[in-house]
């Protein structure tokens, strides 16, 4: 009688804690974004007869029930910790832990991808560049490059990558820095570079460019924690980072235009230091055309640079060489239509991409 009870008791315990969860579910009011994944999350169906008799109601209801679990984020955690500690696997969502930092796996090397690149930067330097414009490429090295070898995780050979994309870019002179780069250069939970990590690697790309940049960098540090975009995608319990930025003369004296908006905005932008993905702050993240210029350089060179956004970074670092840098996003303009915006008269042209982009080029217009 007494495991008869038992019994009954676990089940009417189960059963209470799945209908509150199911009606929690329902009722509770529902976020459009998941900002810990950077994703937008599934609609409420609309029903009809033919969603309804197709299937696709029910298809798309079990989405919608999924993203919408009470506690959801919660949940994903315990998942996370069951698979990874617990049953010993070596990533959640493709996202793995090492060293201290959280990555990525970036696997196999894409021939194909890394030419369709080379072919899009080619098409740019045939439609607008004459023989009196200097153009480089420089590939920034995904942390995985760092971390997968030592943890045991699928990883490119990235070398090779760099090889094949001066070999395949052969109308740009290369400028590598991955020989500057190491895993503490990156942000815990995020694949982005710390801007107060690269200077080295600003120094470097301005000298073969034939430019010079101050080092009289200011340091400045956010007061927030900082979680990127991988600690929201692995669900597991991880350290937040710091946030840092770095000012000059040039950067506080800098009027930067935002062409996709057609407004003015700061180099760093406190409001979205403080919004959902603070590493939007430099240069108010993916857009897709923008101009630095600065009124008190030492000389009229200029710069268009192709990037993605780890360019904008570094950008800040490297506007007090010149006089004016256009930063170009071809994930979101095509190029045919930059002949509308940018004078590539008498300017250096720098393709400045991480392997991520490279490796994934159909992002590329």
């Avoid at 009870?5 to 209908?19: D, G, H, R, S």
């Avoid at 970036?106 to 009196?132: G, M, V």
């Avoid at 990558?161 to 995020?190: G, N, V, W």
């Avoid at 929201?232 to 800098?254: I, K, S, V």
Wanted: some cysteine.
């Amino acid at each position: 009688m007494n495991n008869h009870k038992k019994n009954l008791a676990v089940c009417l315990t189960f059963t209470v804690l799945l209908a509150a969860g199911c009606l929690l579910g329902l009722f509770l009011p529902k976020e459009d974004i998941s900002y810990s994944e950077r994703r937008r999350l599934a609609p409420l169906p609309v029903l009809s007869a033919d969603t309804w008799f197709s299937g696709r109601f029910m298809s798309d209801f079990e989405n919608y029930a999924a993203d919408h679990v009470w506690r959801r984020d919660s949940f994903r955690t315990v998942k996370a910790l069951v698979q990874t500690k617990l049953f010993g696997r070596l990533d959640e969502n493709g996202i793995y832990a090492a060293d201290g930092h959280l990555a990525a796996m970036e696997y196999p090397l894409r021939e194909a991808s890394l030419s369709r690149a080379a072919e899009r930067f080619r098409l740019i330097c045939d439609k607008y560049l004459s023989a009196d414009n200097p153009v480089y490429l420089s590939v920034i090295p995904d942390k995985n490059c760092f971390l997968a070898p030592q943890s045991g995780h699928l990883s490119m050979d990235y070398a090779k990558l760099e090889k094949r994309m001066a070999q395949k870019a052969d109308f740009a002179e290369y400028i590598r820095i991955s020989d500057l780069l190491e895993t503490d250069d990156y942000y815990l939970t995020d694949p982005h570079w710390r801007q107060e990590k690269i200077t080295d690697v600003a120094e470097r790309l301005s000298q073969a460019m034939g430019a010079s940049i101050s080092k009289d960098y200011k340091k400045h540090t956010l007061d927030q924690e900082f979680y990127g975009v991988y600690y929201g995608q692995a669900a597991l319990p991880f350290a937040p980072d710091t946030l840092c930025y770095l000012t000059t003369e040039a950067t506080e004296g800098c009027r930067v235009y935002d062409w996709q908006n057609e407004r003015q905005i700061p180099v760093y932008d406190q409001k979205l230091a403080a919004g959902r993905d603070p590493y939007e702050m430099f240069l108010s993240g993916s857009l897709s055309l923008i101009t630095m210029e600065n009124p008190d350089a030492p000389s009229k060179k200029r710069l268009v640079l192709f990037r993605d956004s780890f360019g904008s970074g570094i950008a800040p670092l490297l506007i007090s060489g010149y006089s004016e840098i256009t930063l170009a996003d071809i994930r979101y303009i095509h190029p045919d239509t930059l002949e509308k915006f940018v004078d590539f008269t008498d300017c250096d042209v720098l393709f400045l991409y991480s392997t991520l982009v490279l490796n994934h080029s159909e992002t590329l217009k």
